[in-house]
Structures are given as C-alpha cells and as structure tokens.
C-alpha cells in the first residue's frame, strides 16, 4: 500500500490499476473500471507555483510536462499525447540539459501557474444566508446564535445578503440602515428574475437597459443598487446583526392536521436569481438553512395535510411519490441556473423529520457545495460544522469559479466523472459513448471546490488486440493530464497541471504485472460510487448480485486454485482485503436503503462522492480500536468478537464516531472509580479513546456525531450495527463476557466460504 499513499502524496491521484490493462479485451476482464480519484487542489507543501504562463502544445493543447520529449539542439519538444513536434518560444532559448524550467523536472508531475498580466482586481467572496422561519421559537434561537457567530468569521470585505422565508419570502435590504425594510414574494409562485428586478426598484434611477442580458454593475445595473442587497460585512453588520436577533417564528397559522407552508423552492430561485443578477461569475455561495419539508410553491416534496407521509425508498421505487420528479426537475432547472451563474448551494438541513436532499442533490452536487445533515440546529454536528466552514483552523481551502479538464493517450477515452462538478459539454474525440456519471465531455464547471474534494474519472481503453509485440515494447505507457483552473480562496486564478504516465500490459503472462499494480483500497472506493451511482440510475437493479457477481469474476480470474477444490484458493495480498471490502460495502448504508431514509441515503451519497480513498474507505469499512489496561490502544477485526467486558471500543464510521464501554468498564464508570486517586490508570484508560475521537472529529467535516454508549444500553446499536455477526443468537457457545448480535446475516466466514466455492468452479 505504501507505494499508492506515495504517489497520493505527489499528485493527489489514486488507481485501482496502477499497471493498465492495455487492451478493450483484457479492461473487461479486470471488472473494476480503469479509473482515477483525483483531489484537484490537494494541499502540497513542496510545489512549486510558477509566476508565467503554461507552454502548451499547438494540436491538442495539451501543457508541457517531464513527460515530454525535449530536444534541446533545435529548442524543439514532442507532445507524449499527440506526438506533436513544437517549437519552443524566444524566451526558452537558454534551456539545456542542466538548465531546465521547473515545469520538466521530472519530479514535479504537479505543478501550478499563476496568471500573470493584468489580473481584475480580485472579486471579494459573497454569501446569501437564506434562512427558514418555520421552526419552533427553541430552534430560531439555536439558529441565531450559529448565524451570529458564523457572521463574526466572515471576511470583512465579503458582501453578504439575507433572505428569510415561510409562508412568504423575505428579501431584507441590509443597506437601508435606518429601519429593517424588506421585499416580500408570494412563496406559491416562481418569480423570473426580470420581475424580480423590477418589483425591487432596479431600475428607479438607472432605466433598465432595452436589449442584452442583466449581469452585474457592467451590464445594466448600478452599483448603489445592487449594495442594497449585498454589503461589506464591516457596514451591514450591525444591520444583519439587528434583523437576526428580532427574528420571529413564520407568523401565519397552520391548522392542527396540516404541516407549516414553506416554500424552499421559491426562497432558493429568488436567491439565485439576485445573485445572477448582481454578482454573476463571481465565488458566491448561497447557504441554506433548512429546518422542514418545502411543502409549497415550486420544488414541494409533500402537501401541507398531515394524512400524506413523506416519501419513502418504497414509494420511490413503487413510482408512487407524487411530488418526487416534479422536484426534481425543478432544482435540475436551479442547478442549471447556478452552474452558469458559478455561484454554488450549501444545505444545512436540520430537522427530525425529511427535508428533501433527495430532491436537493442534483442543485448541491453539481454546484460543488457542501451539506450537513443534523436533528437539531442546537446539535453539535451543525454548529461545529458551520464554524469549520469559516474559521481558520483546519481550514477547508474553499475555493470557486472551477473548471476542471483532462487529457489523455489516444488509446483511452473518458466514459464521466462520478463526483461534485458539472458537465460542460465539451465533446471530442476523447469522449467515450458509453457514458457513467456526467459524460460526454471532457471539460468539467466545479463552481465550490475545497482542499478535499476529489473526483472519480472513468475511462474505457479503446485499444484493440495487438499482437505485434514490437509495437508494445516502443510505447507500453498510457500518459494523462489533469488540469484545474480555479480562484483560490484569496481571489487569484491558478492554474494547476498533473501529468502521469502508467504502464500498460497486454497478452499471456500480463496477469501478475496487473496484480502487482492494483490498489484495493482505491477499488474499494470505486465500486462504492459505481453501485451508488447504478442504484440511483438503473431501473430493476439488483446491487448485492452486481457486488457478488464482480467479487466472483475478479477472484476467478486474479486468485490461485485448482479447479473444484475450494480448500486449495488463495488470494495475493495486494487483493486479500478486497472480499472483506465488498462484504462491508453490501452491508453498508449506501447499498442498504432499509431502515434510512431518501434524504439520509442521497446525503451518505453525497458526501461519499466527493471524499478521498482513506475516507471513503473508513465509510465503507469502519475502523475499530481496542483499549485495554493490558496493553497500547490497537486496531482490532471489525467483528462482534471484539467486544469484551474490560475493553473500551472506538469505532469511527465517518458519520459517527462510537465510544463503547465493556459492561465492567461501565460498571466502575458508574461507581466513580475513575475519580479516586489510586485509580489513576483508570481514568487514564478512560481519557484515551476521548482524545483519539476529538483528534478524529477536529480534522472532519461535516463534523461526526460522537455516540458514547455502554454495553447491553440502547445506543450500542451504533457499534453493533456495524460489526461482523460471527456471533448470532444461533451460536452454540458465545465469549464470556463478549456479546451476540440478533440477525440473520451471514457472517464474514460464510460469505468467503461461498466465495471459494463459487469461485472455483
């Protein structure tokens, strides 16, 4: 594993397959797709930034890499994509062997530009609060609060604007200073933006212009009315601060059988569109704080009766949800919007009950925005995490304005990116015509992206079978390119550039080359996405026999045995942990919709999509860590087996980070041993798992929810839920002291054991 964590650590990419199978033949035989996890603008301490202009290549416009071949005689270099010979510019003509620019030294295959000339003057980064007032007054008060001090970690020179809504939607002018004044919309009924232009006085001093579309203070509007709107922090914030602290509840009665109006929908088209009005193409970010359903106006997930539930997994699969697409293709139509505006959505859903993520997805993915899901605006989860969003420490690097483009071999062609970015249709030769997430292009809009945001790229190798081995020796490495422009959180554009080469192999013998290369963790993550991505996308899908089938096809094509004797089956270590993956993967919460809802489901989804290999894994497979007097706290099987009376388990499953005491643990916890001097070890014992979960907690966002239960209590459920049942209530004898879990899954032992058994024959 240490050789993929090296290569993550120089370029920010991961590959199941770090030797590619070299022909279309041999890549649908390795069942998991050639493919890539890229973190765009991973944060690399020893890169170099580099304060000109990237050379590129004059056919494909591919950008000079230590890949290239560089004759230094006739200042002259070969592109590695297209073979193109390109003549070096004047201002290359010292380069030698022992004086080359940083751009060819060979280790530095990432590399970032920065814009040079007559940069604008950076743009300072806005933020719309978009606020639901139909919660209860305990909830109002929590959400002040977070907002309050959110405020106080903003930027002085961001602007920032309000937008409250319920039954109706409230747009407060922050820059009439004297009373609160606010425009308000009908929340039943979509405003476009040119009625929201004019109903909000636009165009009282400055007439608005005959032809042309409204943008900002260049096109058509004036500058003092758009500070009406969005102000400087330093001036509006004793305004914002004042309208906040008298928020009130939605003042419009709900009759006792009916759920609160709220039009989110109408509240979030408003929002977008004065920012595509006022600020189009700059970082904004439009931050929603939803506390219920949208069960008015446009996007509506439920009506206000009481007697029509929310839509469950079951309804969406029997088709029987009346709200769901009309949804749907309302916020595809906002992402759209948001997309080309660059201004990216962030949820913050904090409620007990569903809100619509499910519906949300589409609007939050594409746009690149973050989303945190909680009970309760007071909880944990959401206050650390709104503050995370803003504050210094631990810094999430947001940054905006993405667009995100690949380059590649002419043998290997782009099937999509699974991850949180949108299309921008740039189609070409690259493109493949099967298509898995958003396809069909090879150049990506990421309106927010963060120092943690990766993508998953999905190629297809196109190369037929070729038996001239002559061929293979000259050129067996397949190159790509990945290239990012992005504003960074201080307002500058950057460009950054990786190029990679992998070898390919092809024919007889190829097979222990490809074991050799194959990154298990990355896999693991790959297939997580793909069986998300089918669920969501393919009709009458069945993931647990996709998952079995793909497991079955790998082990009989990568594992030794002899035929029929399942005893004789062996697995190379660089994939014997890739069963014990797929098995917690089929158990996970991402293939397992029982028991979570659609909202829950699309946000596990959501975040799974745009993390890295290490987090995603933990998603997929949770770690364990036992804690005894006995000796140094260290990892144990995630198995029922670990438990024990006298251990402390911590488990972290991303989500939730468990601190599980053992039933004799508990009972000194409870008898105060821990507080008495001679027990000193005690209450280090205890201590130890708390610190090891705040490290974990501090460096994660969205924040986890910390869960500390005792054995036998309600809340072990947690743990249990996650652990491998070796121990049912069928056992003949379990542990003393340990525990049973009541299920009927099989364990880990019988799946493998089945696993064998099919695999070989």
């Known amino acids: 594993m240490a050789e993929f964590l090296d290569l993550e650590a120089q370029d920010g990419v991961r590959m199941p397959w770090n030797v590619v199978p070299g022909t279309k033949q041999e890549a649908s035989n390795c069942i998991v797709p050639v493919s890539a996890l890229y973190t765009p603008i991973k944060a690399f301490p020893n890169m170099p930034v580099l304060p000109y202009s990237p050379l590129r290549c004059r056919t494909c416009r591919s950008i000079l890499n230590p890949f290239s071949i560089v004759d230094f005689a006739a200042k002259i270099w070969i592109c590695p994509f297209c073979f193109q010979r390109n003549h070096f510019p004047p201002h290359y003509a010292s380069i030698s062997d022992d004086n080359l620019p940083a751009e060819?030294?060979?280790?530095?295959?990432?590399?970032?530009?920065?814009?040079?000339?007559?940069?604008?003057?950076?743009?300072?980064?806005v933020f719309m609060f978009v606020l639901d007032t139909c919660i209860i007054?305990?909830?109002?008060?929590?959400?002040?609060?977070?907002?309050?001090?959110?405020?106080?970690?903003?930027?002085?020179?961001?602007?920032?604007?309000?937008?409250?809504?319920?039954?109706?939607?409230?747009?407060?002018?922050?820059?009439?200073?004297?009373?609160?004044?606010?425009?308000?919309?009908?929340?039943?009924?979509?405003?476009?933006?040119?009625?929201?232009?004019?109903?909000?006085?636009?165009?009282?001093?400055?007439?608005?212009?005959?032809?042309?579309?409204?943008?900002?203070?260049?096109?058509?509007?004036?500058?003092?009315?758009?500070?009406?709107?969005?102000?400087?922090?330093?001036?509006?914030?004793?305004?914002?601060?004042?309208?906040?602290?008298?928020?009130?509840?939605?003042?419009?009665?709900?009759?006792?059988?009916?759920?609160?109006?709220?039009?989110?929908?109408?509240?979030?088209?408003?929002?977008?569109?004065?920012?595509?009005?006022?600020?189009?193409?700059?970082?904004?970010?439009?931050?929603a704080f939803v506390g219920g359903p949208s069960t008015d106006g446009p996007g509506a997930i439920v009506s206000k009766n009481l007697s029509e539930p929310i839509r469950s997994h079951k309804d969406l699969d029997k088709d029987s949800a009346p709200h769901f697409h009309k949804a749907v293709k309302f916020y595809e139509g906002l992402s759209k919007q948001l997309v080309h505006q660059g201004h990216v959505l962030d949820l913050f859903a904090c409620a007990l009950d569903q809100v619509g993520i499910a519906e949300l997805k589409v609007a939050v993915e594409k746009t690149g925005g973050l989303v945190v899901l909680a009970e309760s605006f007071g909880h944990s989860v959401f206050k650390d995490s709104l503050k995370r969003v803003f504050s210094g420490e631990y810094d999430l690097?947001?940054?905006?304005?993405?667009?995100?483009?690949?380059?590649?071999?002419?043998?290997?062609?782009?099937?999509?990116?699974?991850?949180?970015?949108?299309?921008?249709?740039?189609?070409?030769?690259?493109?493949?015509?099967?298509?898995?997430?958003?396809?069909?292009?090879?150049?990506?809009?990421?309106?927010?992206?963060?120092?943690?945001?990766?993508?998953?790229?999905?190629?297809?190798?196109?190369?037929?079978?070729?038996?001239?081995?002559?061929?293979?020796?000259?050129?067996?490495?397949?190159?790509?390119?990945?290239?990012?422009?992005?504003?960074?959180?201080?307002?500058?554009?950057?460009?950054?550039?990786?190029?990679?080469?992998?070898?390919?192999?092809?024919?007889?013998?190829?097979?222990?080359?490809?074991?050799?290369?194959?990154?298990?963790?990355?896999?693991?993550a790959i297939m997580a996405r793909l069986v998300s991505f089918k669920m969501e996308n393919e009709a009458e899908f069945d993931p647990i026999r996709w998952l079995d089938k793909s497991l079955i096809h790998l082990c009989s094509r990568f594992g030794d045995y002899q035929k029929d004797t399942p005893s004789s089956f062996s697995l190379s270590p660089r994939f014997s942990i890739f069963p014990q993956f797929i098995f917690h993967l089929r158990r996970s919460q991402f293939v397992q919709v029982f028991n979570n809802s659609p909202d829950e489901t699309a946000y596990f989804r959501m975040i799974l999509n745009r993390e890295n290999v290490a987090n995603s894994v933990v998603m997929i497979q949770p770690s364990l860590i036992s804690y005894t007097f006995h000796s140094a706290p260290e990892p144990v099987l995630l198995d029922v087996a670990a438990i024990a009376a006298d251990r402390i388990l911590l488990l972290d499953a991303y989500f939730t980070v468990v601190i599980f005491h053992g039933a004799t643990i508990a009972q000194w916890r409870k008898a105060g041993y821990h507080n008495q001097p001679e027990h000193q070890a005690f209450a280090q014992l205890l201590q130890a798992p708390r610190d090891d979960a705040d490290a974990t907690i501090k460096e994660r966002f969205p924040v986890p929810r910390l869960v500390i239960c005792d054995q036998h209590g309600s809340q072990a459920r947690f743990l249990l839920a996650k652990l491998n049942p070796s121990a049912t209530y069928n056992t003949e004898s379990p542990l003393p002291g340990g525990d049973i879990i009541f299920t009927d899954d099989v364990s880990f032992e019988v799946f493998l054991d089945h696993l064998q058994r099919l695999t070989v024959q």
């Open 397 to 524: 690097g947001l940054s905006s304005n993405g667009i995100f483009e690949i380059n590649c071999s002419k043998d290997i062609k782009v099937q999509g990116v699974i991850g949180p970015c949108a299309s921008l249709e740039k189609k070409g030769p690259l493109c493949s015509d099967t298509v898995i997430g958003q396809g069909n292009t090879s150049a990506w809009k990421m309106c927010g992206l963060d120092k943690a945001t990766t993508l998953s790229l999905i190629f297809e190798v196109v190369k037929k079978d070729n038996s001239d081995a002559a061929v293979q020796s000259a050129s067996n490495q397949f190159y790509f390119q990945f290239l990012t422009y992005y504003q960074n959180n201080n307002g500058q554009m950057r460009l950054r550039v990786t190029t990679l080469s992998r070898r390919w192999v092809a024919g007889t013998g190829s097979v222990q080359d490809l074991i050799a290369g194959f990154d298990q963790e990355a896999a693991a």
């Open 137 to 287: 007054e305990e909830e109002i008060a929590f959400l002040k609060s977070a907002l309050s001090q959110a405020v106080d970690l903003l930027p002085d020179n961001s602007l920032v604007g309000l937008v409250t809504y319920g039954t109706f939607v409230h747009v407060h002018e922050l820059g009439f200073g004297q009373i609160p004044k606010t425009f308000v919309f009908k929340g039943t009924k979509d405003v476009s933006k040119d009625q929201l232009l004019e109903q909000m006085n636009f165009f009282l001093k400055k007439p608005k212009p005959p032809t042309g579309v409204i943008a900002g203070a260049r096109d058509g509007l004036s500058t003092e009315s758009i500070a009406r709107f969005l102000l400087p922090k330093s001036e509006c914030e004793f305004a914002l601060n004042s309208v906040l602290e008298e928020l009130q509840k939605d003042p419009w009665g709900v009759p006792a059988d009916q759920r609160a109006p709220r039009c989110t929908g109408t509240a979030l088209s408003i929002a977008a569109s004065l920012l595509g009005a006022c600020v189009p193409g700059s970082g904004a970010r439009i931050l």
């Open 104 to 125: 060819l030294f060979p280790q530095y295959t990432t590399i970032e530009y920065e814009s040079t000339g007559e940069t604008p003057s950076p743009v300072p980064p």
